[in-house]
């Protein structure tokens, strides 16, 4: 673990400070953005107008939830199986996250959002690295919210790295919450609302630990076409659910 993660690990506080306390709002939404390629496809475009499409809707939709109440936004923007797509759309995306997150930083101190990724660091590009830890260095005290980067993540990599790291100190009687703070995640609250796009129903190795009592919105929508109002209507919904955590009806 490089230094700088350990020094991010050690953050416990931040991510429920602007909680507004009410358990009708998720606390931490975690969002799969997907059918990019097909709202592209559809269009006669690229693949990739789909991906710099969503991009661009990143500020608005994190600003509609960061209102809403919502302290943690996770999304999952390149997953460790995403390398199997052809080299143009790897590198395309690469850059696109490379460029959005140098545009952006203004904006998230302005936005006073703190920025985290998750994922492995060996394998994508020195100039995404570099824009991820300038990034997390330089929002790491903004308080308002938490927006979580899943970059070449997989939850069954990520258990796997944790268990490997809790071994390699000796860790001995390992318990849920020791394991946890082993995770990529750490401090980050579990997670409240999934929320999938394009009308899959998969977790396709996205925070499986994480998502052990997540509530799951499938929407039809492809992720291009997103909207604060299609939000709204997830938000709502979610509001209605009994949570249970295994217990009984409150
Ligand atoms: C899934 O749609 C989407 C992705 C694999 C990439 C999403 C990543 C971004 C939009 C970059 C976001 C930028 C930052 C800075 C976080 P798909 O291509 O699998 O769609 P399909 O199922 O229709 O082919």
Redesign the pocket.
């Known amino acids: 673990m490089s230094l700088l993660s350990k020094i991010f690990k050690s953050k416990t506080v931040g991510e429920i400070e602007n909680s507004t306390g009410n358990h009708s709002i998720p606390g931490h939404v975690a969002i ?8 592209a ?1 559809k269009r006669g475009l690229p ?1 990739t107008a ?3 499409n ?2 661009g809707k ?1 500020e608005n939709l994190m600003t509609y939830l960061l209102d809403r109440g919502v302290h943690t936004v996770s ?5 460790t199986e ?1 390398w199997k ?1 052809s080299k143009q ?1 790897v590198d395309f ?1 690469m850059n ?2 490379t460029k ?2 140098k545009r ?1 930083k203004k904006r998230f101190m302005e936005m006073n959002v703190r920025i985290k990724a998750i994922g492995r660091r060996d394998n994508i590009p020195t100039k995404l690295l570099d824009a991820i830890e300038d990034l997390e260095l330089a929002t790491f005290g903004n308080t308002r919210g938490t927006l979580c ?1 899943a ?1 070449d993540y997989g939850g069954q990599d990520e258990i796997v790295r944790a268990a490997q790291a809790a071994i390699d100190e000796g860790v001995e009687n390992l318990t849920k919450e020791a394991f946890n703070s082993y995770l990529d995640s750490g401090e980050l609250t579990p997670i409240d609302l999934v929320i999938r796009t ?1 009308g ?1 129903f998969r977790l396709s190795n996205f925070m499986l630990w994480q998502m052990a009592y997540s509530e799951f919105a499938f929407i039809p929508e ?2 291009p076409d997103m909207t604060p109002k299609i939000l709204e209507k997830i938000l709502k919904d979610y509001s209605t659910r009994n949570r249970r955590f295994g217990g009984t009806k409150k």
């Open positions: 799969m953005m997907d059918g990019n390629g097909r709202w496809t693949r789909g991906h710099a969503a991009a990143l999304l999952y923007a390149f997953s995403n797509r759309e995306l696109l996250m959005e997150l952006g980067l970059i394009s899959e492809m992720w």
